[in-house]
C-alpha cells in the first residue's frame, strides 16, 4: 500500500500559478500510476492528469491541456501538478491518486477515479476573478 499526502493549494488570482506536490509513502513509487482530480460541491470528481509510472508519459484533461503539467520524481516519492494560467473554473479540492502497475503503459481508464486504489486528503485551490 501506499499512503499520500497533498500540499501546496492556497489561494490565487486568475492568471496565477501554483503548484501542488503528492508526498508518497509505504511502498515502492515506481510501482504506481499516479492521478490528479478536482471536485467542487455537487459536482462528480473531474479528471485532470496522469502520469506514468516513470514519468515518460503523461494523459491531460481538454480544459487544462497547455496550462498544467503533471510530473513526478521517484527519487523522492513525489508527484507535482504545476497549474499556469489559474481560472476560477478550477477552483476546487484537488486529489492525488496512485494505482499499483507492473508496466509503463498508461491506458484512457486511468482518466477514471474508481481505477485508483489509493488517495491523499486534498488540497484547496480557490482561484478569484
Known amino acids: 500500500q501506499v499512503q499520500l499526502v497533498e500540499s501546496g493549494g492556497g489561494l490565487v488570482q486568475a492568471g496565477d500559478s501554483l503548484r501542488l506536490s503528492c508526498a508518497a509513502s509505504?511502498?515502492?513509487?515506481?510501482?504506481?500510476?499516479t492521478g490528479w482530480f478536482r471536485q467542487t460541491p455537487g459536482k462528480e470528481r473531474e479528471f485532470v492528469a496522469a502520469i506514468n509510472t516513470n514519468g515518460g508519459t503523461t494523459d491531460y484533461a481538454d480544459s487544462v491541456k497547455g496550462r498544467f503539467t503533471g510530473s513526478r520524481d521517484n527519487a523522492k516519492n513525489t508527484v507535482y501538478l504545476q497549474m499556469n494560467s489559474l481560472k476560477p473554473e478550477d477552483t476546487a479540492v484537488y486529489y492525488c491518486a496512485a494505482k499499483f502497475s507492473r508496466s509503463a503503459y498508461l491506458g484512457s481508464y486511468y482518466r477514471t477515479a474508481t481505477e485508483y486504489d489509493y488517495w491523499g486528503q486534498g488540497t484547496q485551490v480557490t482561484v478569484s476573478s
Open positions: 509505504g511502498r515502492t513509487f515506481s510501482d504506481y500510476v
